[in-house]
């Protein structure tokens, strides 16, 4: 859904920046955007992230768009999609790389929470467009669908299992991988025999 995307990029980038959090605090200002973290996070997004988003929004174009185009036929509207994710992908780490900094992890890990609450609050919130599982044309023509019938729906196998098989591995692999900078010593105590 393109409307909440920013909020879940912001999310998930700050996320990955909170596990490099230590790593990332010894980084001077001038060295922001020419470090590994934000190599590592970029090469998420360009070859994963945006790949698999403009697939869903090709496939499922009404509800990405919530229902405000039928299909993606005119590339306009992917390459528009792409400038987005990548934009937003920029600006959120820039600005948890500026919060991490300034105000510290307690802030930056807070503020990441916030926006993954946001993010699926408003999703429960107006679960009547964001969850609908019907077509433009059964939307427009308000064709009623229950709430569950979402969970079962090609919207949501294609929208959230497709999309959470191909990005869920990489996050969870440069959350675990960076583990926050921790020593195997201090993760796992001295092994003093």
């Given at each position: 859904?393109?409307?909440l995307?920013?909020i879940?990029?912001?999310?998930?980038v700050?996320?990955?920046?909170?596990?490099?959090?230590k790593?990332?605090?010894?980084?001077e200002q001038?060295?922001?955007?020419?470090?590994?973290?934000?190599?590592?996070?970029?090469?998420?997004?360009?070859?994963?992230?945006?790949p698999v988003?403009?697939?869903?929004?090709?496939?499922?174009t009404?509800?990405?768009t919530?229902?405000?185009?039928e299909?993606?036929?005119?590339?306009?509207?992917?390459?528009?999609?792409?400038l987005?994710?990548?934009m937003?992908?920029?600006?959120?780490?820039?600005?948890?790389?500026?919060?991490l900094h300034?105000y510290?992890?307690?802030?930056?890990?807070k503020?990441t929470?916030?926006?993954f609450?946001?993010?699926?609050?408003?999703q429960?919130?107006f679960?009547?467009?964001?969850?609908y599982?019907?077509?433009?044309?059964?939307?427009?023509n308000?064709?009623p669908?229950?709430?569950?019938?979402?969970?079962?729906?090609q919207?949501?196998?294609e929208?959230?299992i497709?999309?959470f098989?191909?990005?869920?591995?990489?996050f969870y692999?440069l959350?675990?991988?960076?583990?926050?900078g921790?020593?195997?010593?201090?993760?796992?105590?001295?092994s003093?025999?």
């Open positions: 859904m393109l409307v995307e920013p879940w990029l912001y999310a998930s700050g996320f990955i920046i909170v596990c490099a959090r790593q990332i605090l010894a980084l001038k060295e922001m955007f020419s470090n590994q973290y934000f190599t590592a996070i970029m090469i998420m997004v360009a070859a994963v992230f945006v988003e403009n697939w869903i929004l090709h496939r499922q009404a509800w990405e919530t229902f405000l185009f299909n993606s036929n005119d590339s306009t509207l992917i390459a528009f999609a792409t987005v994710h990548v937003v992908s920029l600006g959120s780490y820039w600005l948890s790389f500026k919060i300034k510290g992890e307690d802030v930056l890990i503020s929470m916030w926006a609450s946001i993010f699926f609050a408003t429960g919130i679960y009547e467009t964001l969850m599982p019907g077509t433009y044309a059964e939307y427009h308000g064709v669908h229950t709430f569950w019938s979402f969970f079962v729906s919207t949501f196998i929208s959230y497709v999309f098989i191909f990005f869920g591995p990489v692999f959350a675990i991988f960076w583990g926050s921790i020593s195997s010593q201090e993760k796992y105590g001295s003093s025999g």
